[in-house]
DNA sequence: GTGTTGACCCCAA
DNA sequence: TTTGGGGCCAACA
């Protein structure tokens, strides 16, 4: 079965570590479509399934901003699980975004 | 088969 | 330094 863009973006997804988080530009370019970064994101939208088990809210755009928190449930939601995972969320933005960061492309 | 949209990224003024 | 505009490509109607 060919997995679609969608699931690919979900398999890069679920291997970020718990207090790590990458950018959906590094997400598009482990895949090899480093200009399909847009893409990434909608792929996070489908990732709403709680049975695909995606942290969605370890994918940040690329300078650390919280963008996509209000496609939660709650906007607080995101901001409160990286919280709870040891990360610190200052103005929606990740505090020390570059020691965070979780490159996949070293990883994979 | 065509057109629109998007949880983005990059560059120029 | 901050702000604005264009480009990019996959999925959906």
Redesign the pocket.
């Known amino acids: 079965m060919q997995p679609?863009?969608?699931e690919q973006v979900h398999q890069i997804t679920k291997l970020i570590p718990k207090g790590r988080v990458t950018?959906?530009?590094a997400i598009a370019k482990a895949l090899g479509?480093a200009?399909?970064?847009?893409?990434?994101?909608?792929a996070?939208?489908h990732?709403?399934d709680p049975r695909l088990d995606v942290p969605?809210?370890r994918?940040v755009?690329?300078?650390g901003l919280l963008?996509?928190?209000?496609?939660?449930d709650n906007p607080n939601q995101?901001q409160v699980l990286l919280e709870s995972e040891g990360i610190i969320i200052i103005n929606d933005q990740v505090k020390d975004f570059k020691k965070l960061f979780w490159n996949p492309l070293e990883e994979i």
């Open positions: 679609s863009f969608y950018t959906y530009g479509a200009r399909s970064s847009r893409m990434v994101g909608t996070m939208m990732a709403h969605a809210h994918v755009n690329h300078i963008t996509g928190k209000h496609h939660f995101m």
